[in-house]
C-alpha cells in the first residue's frame, strides 16, 4: 500500500502541478555540474555589512515577483527555507540545503540521502509543521492558490514552476538565493557535459535522427507515453533523440504525460525504447506482463534489443539527477 501510495503521489504532483505547469512552458533543458559549491545548509549566516564599514544600510528584503505573479517581500539572504516540490535536487546543485520539504516524494531519488536532515511538511503541504519550522522563505512547486493564501501567512511564499526547463529554474533559484554566478556557471558546464556527451554517443553508433519513447504503467494495468516531464526532457534535446511524430504532438499540445491502450503502443514506439520502473508491486506486474505480451515482442526497438530501463524516481528531471543521468545514459546504452 505504502508503494502505491508513493507511486499514486508522484503522479498526482505530475497531475496537480502539471497540468497547469506544462501549459505555460516551452520545450527545453539539461543538467549537470563542474563548478558547483557543496551542499550547506539552507541557514548558513548570511554576510552582513555595517553602515559604519559601507556608509550604507544592508537591505534584508526585496521585491520577487513569483511564477504565479505574486509581488513577494522575501529576505535578500534565505537563512530557513522550505522547499515544497519534486525537484529539491535543483536547490542541492546550487549548494542549498532545505529545512523542510515534501520527503515521500525524495524517497528513491538518487538524492535521498543528501537530505536525511531535512524535515517533512506533508503533501498537500501542512501549514502547521511548515510554521514549526520557522522558516524565513517557503518555495511552493504548485499553482495552487487556496493552498498558498493559508502557507503564505507562515512565511514569504513564492510559487516556482518545477516544469520549467532546468536553465530557468537554475536561474530564478540563483536570483533567489543571491547565486546568480553559481547558477550561470553550473548550466555552463552542464551544457558543456551533455553535448560532449552526445557527441561521444554518436561515435559510439547513435545515428543521427534516431527516435526514443519513454514509457511506463500505473497501478491498474494503465500505460503511459511521457513528453514533457522527468526523462524526456534529458532525451529530446538538439543533439539528442528525437520524438515520434505522435510523441511530438504532445509536446506541442503541452502534454506531460497520456494514458494509452496496449493497442496503439506500436504508434508511438520509437527507434529506442525507455522503460521507467514503477514503484508499486501491481505496476511492476503489469510492466512484466506487458514486456512479455506479443505486441510488445512485435516492435522493431525490442526485436533490435534497443529497450532500456530506468527506475522511475531516479529518472528525475531534477539538477542532481541529470548529473547522475549524464553518467548513466551512456553505460545503458553502451551495454
Given at each position: 500500500m505504502k508503494q502505491a501510495r508513493k507511486m499514486t503521489t508522484v503522479l498526482c504532483m505530475i497531475v496537480l502541478m502539471?497540468?497547469?505547469?506544462?501549459?505555460?512552458n516551452s520545450k527545453g533543458s539539461d543538467s549537470p555540474k563542474e563548478t558547483t559549491s557543496s551542499v550547506k545548509p539552507s541557514e548558513t549566516p548570511a554576510p552582513q555589512q555595517t553602515e559604519a564599514a559601507t556608509g550604507t544600510t544592508e537591505n534584508t528584503t526585496r521585491k520577487?515577483?513569483?511564477?504565479?505573479?505574486?509581488?513577494?517581500?522575501?529576505p535578500t539572504h534565505p537563512q530557513r527555507v522550505i522547499y515544497h516540490g519534486e525537484t529539491m535536487g535543483d536547490l542541492l546543485a546550487l549548494g542549498v540545503m532545505p529545512i523542510g520539504g515534501f520527503m515521500e516524494s525524495i524517497q528513491g531519488t538518487i538524492y535521498e540521502d543528501k537530505?536525511?536532515?531535512v524535515q517533512d511538511v506533508g503533501f498537500p503541504i501542512s501549514a502547521e509543521k511548515s510554521l514549526a519550522l520557522e522558516p524565513d522563505l517557503?518555495?511552493?512547486?504548485?499553482?495552487?492558490e487556496k493552498q498558498y493564501e493559508q502557507i503564505s501567512k507562515v512565511a514569504p511564499t513564492v510559487t516556482f514552476n518545477?516544469?520549467?526547463?532546468?536553465?530557468?529554474?537554475?536561474?530564478?533559484?540563483g536570483d533567489l538565493f543571491d547565486k546568480k554566478k553559481e547558477a550561470e556557471d553550473w548550466i555552463a558546464a552542464h551544457t558543456l557535459k551533455t553535448q560532449e556527451m552526445w557527441k561521444k554517443l554518436k561515435e559510439a553508433g547513435m545515428k543521427p535522427g534516431e527516435t526514443a519513447s519513454v514509457f511506463t504503467m500505473y497501478p491498474g494495468n494503465r500505460l503511459f507515453v511521457m513528453a514533457g516531464a522527468g526523462l524526456p526532457q534529458f532525451l529530446y534535446t538538439a543533439d539528442g533523440?528525437?520524438?515520434?511524430?505522435?510523441?511530438?504532438?504532445?509536446?506541442?499540445?503541452?502534454?506531460?504525460f497520456v494514458?494509452?491502450?496496449?493497442?496503439?503502443l506500436s504508434e508511438y514506439a520509437g527507434d529506442r525504447i525507455f522503460l521507467l520502473e514503477p514503484v508499486p508491486p501491481e505496476a511492476k506486474q503489469s510492466q512484466s506482463e506487458l514486456v512479455k505480451?506479443?505486441?510488445?515482442?512485435?516492435?522493431?526497438?525490442?526485436?533490435?534489443?534497443?529497450?532500456?530501463?530506468?527506475?522511475?524516481?531516479?529518472?528525475?528531471?531534477?539538477?542532481?539527477?541529470?548529473?547522475?543521468?549524464?553518467?548513466?545514459?551512456?553505460?545503458?546504452?553502451?551495454?
Open positions: 502539471g497540468a497547469f505547469v506544462i501549459a505555460c520577487f515577483t513569483d511564477w504565479t505573479k505574486h509581488e513577494v517581500e522575501v537530505v536525511k536532515e517557503i518555495i511552493f512547486g504548485n499553482s495552487d518545477t516544469f520549467d526547463p532546468l536553465e530557468d529554474r537554475m536561474r530564478i533559484l533523440f528525437k520524438p515520434t511524430p505522435k510523441i511530438e504532438e504532445m509536446i506541442k499540445d503541452k502534454k506531460g494514458e494509452i491502450s496496449t493497442e496503439v505480451s506479443q505486441l510488445w515482442l512485435n516492435l522493431p526497438a525490442v526485436k533490435e534489443g534497443k529497450v532500456y530501463t530506468f527506475e522511475i524516481l531516479k529518472a528525475g528531471s531534477d539538477a542532481t539527477s541529470r548529473e547522475w543521468l549524464l553518467e548513466e545514459l551512456p553505460k545503458v546504452l553502451n551495454k
